[in-house]
């Protein structure tokens, strides 16, 4: 598994002053996506609903807004 490309803009292009750390978003070559963001999983996993539940190997990350948005036009419909 390989990071393909950047999903959206860099954290640079989003304001970051180093243009290092940030939320970011990647497509892998298995077509799946990675996310850099904020670990959250205690505070978040009480609030989800109750059809939703992650494997121990899992964690909830919260990525701002603004990068999930500046990504849409390069996530792919398929």
Do not use: H, W
């Amino acid at each position: 598994m390989k990071i393909v490309r950047r999903i959206g803009a860099s954290p640079r292009e989003r304001g970051s002053a180093t243009g290092q750390t940030c939320p970011d978003l990647f497509e892998l070559s298995d077509g799946n996506f990675a996310v850099i963001g904020t670990e959250a999983t205690a505070a978040l996993e009480k609030e989800l609903p109750p059809d939703a539940a992650r494997a121990d190997y899992e964690r909830i990350v919260v990525v701002s807004r603004e990068t999930l948005v500046r990504a849409k036009a390069d996530i792919p419909d398929a």
